[in-house]
């Protein structure tokens, strides 16, 4: 008798259950939507902003299919077009009164049509990369070498702090293209400065020369640290646009390196060319300015509200101006002097933690010896003074943080006085690296919607023809043991969708691909399954003895084909991009679902069909030639 355990019939029927309701969401479509998320780094999508969506659409008589809150954005699911620029422009004026400053992004987006109940248990639809659904594709070249002549600026400046810290007098420090040079009037000294930089600069090798009457000093950066500078610039031009895409609202966007200095953007579903670029082509900078009046009473050094009060009516002060903060939850105005007391290329690092006293979140800081020296000459006589910090974007500043100083200040130091440690993990996010090396567009994509669904539909095409092709002739030529291997290869199919789903995998074309790929593989098990238990039958054994024995010992030499071409999708995991690791996670998942289905379920359903039956003679599995006959 061939029965599987209670546990194991169950565990095929919650398999089954759980396919089917993650591949589901996939068959329901899209409809307009409308997101919105802050473009300022002190403001977050919260709670609050959620009922005042809500209010907001309310008030206008906008009606609507769903709200969603997610990390960084809401969703606001529309019935059609129509409405959807509706709820955008409602949504714009309550949250944007002031057009050239806007607090708020508000983008026309496309969501899922799926029920409700599915959306509450996370089965949502898989994303569909560009070339199915359409958008742009651009290629950013990073300028290298504005990165590199930037760091050699700084540390031109940290070699003359260094030099002066020393009491090693030199006659001039200046950068020539990618080395700096120091002129000496001596060898002697050249030759003690050079063991100050030896000790002090690791990253510079240094060459000695003359000139005429002058000694000179060449610095230039080593190789090691020429590629960290450059590794350096492509993580926080990654990490910079992954902030500024969540703007458009883009599904899901594709940035990765390629190459040692390029990126590649793609955007699927965006059509709007020129919003893209400008989003793209954004630079920032950050500050760091005294304050010079403000209006919280906790710091009496630099309080004085009759000031801001003044400023606020447009009597400020030359040399000086007004911003606004957030603090606490709460806006705060703030005086602001115009002089600038270091800018974003003087810090190393900015981490969050933990206090190690009080145990409340904290921003360690790191500056540059340049920053440094600079930090300790300002703070020395402003204790008790609150000085800001400032990203600026487009021309326009924003005060991050304007925390108080307590004590004299150098290279390294903590900002307090956060709440969470999302305040401080977004924040030394900004601090520690917003500025990236200038970026150029060398090349842009436009992928037509039309195109994409083209592409789908060839894609569902193929498939469903090589779907249709195998089951007929597995069939044919085993019969019912060929149609129940059908089946089993439809559950895979089903369990693939809905593993992608769960995911929120990118589907593209070389997705589409490797299931057609993963179709044609599956169906290899079933045949080495079928054809043992033939074998078996030719032996003489009885049919129930020949299901056992074709399903156990078919297993192990099923297991290393899959355990071997696991192995290829797996080093192509590893090893590929793009469209090559889009092709390989849809193989290995492929591979994983096709053995639970080839031998687990399709053994299920041959236990239904023979197990019960006591005086089994015959089985329908297409047996062309019989002992004795």
């Known amino acids: 008798m061939n029965r599987f355990p209670l546990w194991k019939n169950a565990l095929i029927v919650v398999a089954l259950i759980f396919g089917l309701l993650y591949t589901l969401p996939n068959f329901f479509g899209e409809v307009p939507a409308v997101q919105i998320a802050s473009v300022k780094a002190t403001i977050k999508v919260d709670n609050a902003l959620l009922s005042k969506v809500e209010t907001t659409l309310k008030d206008a008589g906008i009606s609507y299919t769903g709200i969603f809150a997610d990390p960084g954005n809401i969703r606001v699911r529309l019935a059609d077009t129509d409405t959807q620029m509706k709820a955008r422009d409602a949504i714009e004026r ?11 992004s508000v983008a026309l987006n496309l969501l899922s049509a799926s029920p409700t109940w599915l959306t509450s248990i996370h089965a949502l639809p898989m994303y569909l990369g560009l070339d199915l659904r359409g958008g742009l594709h651009f290629l950013l070249q ?20 260094l030099l002066r810290d020393k009491n090693v007098r030199h006659s001039g420090i200046t950068r020539e293209r990618d080395t700096i040079v120091i002129k000496f009037r001596d060898a002697e000294t050249r030759e003690k400065a050079r063991n100050v930089l030896s000790s002090g600069q690791d990253d510079l090798t240094t ?32 990490t910079t646009l992954h902030n500024r895409i969540n703007e458009l609202g883009v599904a899901e966007p594709v940035i990765q390196q390629q190459g040692a200095d390029r990126i590649v953007v793609q955007l699927p579903g965006v059509q709007d060319i020129a919003k893209a670029k400008d989003m793209l082509g954004r630079t920032a900078t950050l500050e760091v300015r005294m304050v010079e009046a403000h209006m919280s009473p906790g710091t009496p050094l630099n309080y004085d509200p009759e000031k801001v009060q003044a400023a606020i009516r447009g009597d400020i002060p030359p040399g000086t101006e007004l911003f606004h903060a ?3 939850g709460e806006t705060e105005t703030l005086l602001l002097s115009k002089q600038i007391i270091l800018t974003g290329d003087r810090f190393v690092k900015a981490a969050s933690g933990f206090d190690s006293q009080n145990h409340e979140p904290i921003i360690t800081v790191d500056l540059d010896s340049a920053g440094a020296r600079i930090m300790r000459d300002t703070t020395r006589e402003a204790v008790k003074r609150r000085m800001a910090i400032l990203l600026f ?13 307590q004590t004299e200040l150098g290279g390294h130091f903590q900002i307090t006085g956060f709440r969470t440690t999302t305040e401080t993990n977004d924040l030394s996010l900004l601090i520690g690296s917003p500025l990236a090396a200038p970026m150029d567009i060398i090349e842009e994509r436009t992928i037509g919607p039309s195109l994409g669904a083209d592409n789908i539909a060839k894609g569902f095409h193929s498939t469903m023809w090589g779907f ?77 003895a020949a299901i056992m024995a074709g399903y156990e010992r078919a297993w192990a030499t099923i297991l290393d084909s899959n355990v071997t071409t696991l192995i290829a999708g797996i080093a192509l995991l590893i090893f590929g991009s793009g469209p090559v690791r889009g092709f390989a996670v849809v193989h290995c998942l492929g591979i994983l679902t096709s053995m639970f289905s080839a031998v687990v379920l399709s053994r299920g359903i041959i236990n239904l069909i023979y197990g019960q039956r006591k005086k089994l003679t015959s089985l329908s599995i297409g047996q062309i030639w019989k002992p004795g006959v």
């Open 142 to 161: 990073v300028d290298m070498k504005g990165a590199i002549a930037k760091r050699l600026d700084s540390t031109a400046a940290d070699l003359r702090t």
């Open 468 to 544: 249709i092709a195998i089951a007929v002739f597995m069939t044919i030529y085993y019969l019912l043991f060929g149609f129940v291997s059908a089946l089993a290869l439809s559950a895979n199919l089903l369990f693939l969708v809905a593993l992608l789903s769960l995911l929120q995998a990118t589907l593209t074309l070389p997705g589409i691909a490797a299931i057609a790929l993963t179709l044609g593989m599956a169906i290899d098990a079933n045949v080495l399954i079928n054809e043992r238990v033939r074998e078996e039958l030719r032996g003489g054994s009885t049919p129930q």
């Open 207 to 238: 060459v000695p020369s003359e000139d005429g009457a002058d000694f000179l000093l060449t610095a230039t950066l080593k190789l090691q640290a020429e590629r960290r500078i450059q590794e350096s610039a492509i993580k926080q031009n990654i």
């Open 393 to 405: 974007e487009k021309g326009k500043g924003e005060v991050l943080t304007a925390p108080t100083i």
């Open 94 to 104: 309550a949250l944007n009164p002031d057009h050239a400053d806007p607090t708020y």
């Open 326 to 328: 957030r603090r606490r």
